[in-house]
Nanobody, 126 residues
Framework: KVQMAESGGGSVEAGGSLRLSCAGSGYTYSIYCMGWFRQAPGKEREGVASIETRGSTHYADSVKGRFTISQDNANNTLYLQMNSLKPEDTAMYYC????????????????????RGQGTQVTVSS
């Protein structure tokens, strides 16, 4: 059974930093890409950042220069380093993974990836 578990969320003041982690296990197929998407109350899901196994990364314009996605393939762990956090970054953050190459690339499809975790809450106060 595939399991993806996020951790590292919390409450910070604007300008602060958080590092999210996502531990994955039980994948049936070789994962080609992983990513993070978020959803704030009353808003649509938004792709945040994605990374492919070959190392290519993609970011939403709203987080470019502030967030960094990385992965530890040996341990099947995905990370999201979030710096200079803003109140508008407040949301539930989900990690996701997929093995179908055509679904990978960019940030628009992250919410449709085959596997996803349960989410971790990030709250940024002004």
């Amino acid at each position: 059974k595939v399991q993806m578990a996020e951790s590292g969320g919390g409450s910070v003041e604007a300008g602060g930093s958080l590092r999210l982690s996502c531990a994955g296990s039980g994948y049936t197929y070789s994962i080609y890409c992983m990513g993070w998407f978020r959803q704030a109350p009353g808003k649509e899901r938004e792709g945040v950042a994605s990374i492919e196994t070959r190392g290519s990364t993609h970011y939403a314009d709203s987080v470019k220069g502030r967030f960094t996605i990385s992965q530890d393939n040996a341990n099947n762990t995905l990370y999201l380093q979030m710096n200079s956090l803003k109140p508008e970054d407040t949301a539930m953050y989900y990690c996701a993974a997929d093995w179908i190459r055509s679904r990978c690339g960019g940030v628009g499809n992250i919410q449709y990836y085959a596997y996803r975790g349960q989410g971790t809450q990030v709250t940024v106060s002004s």
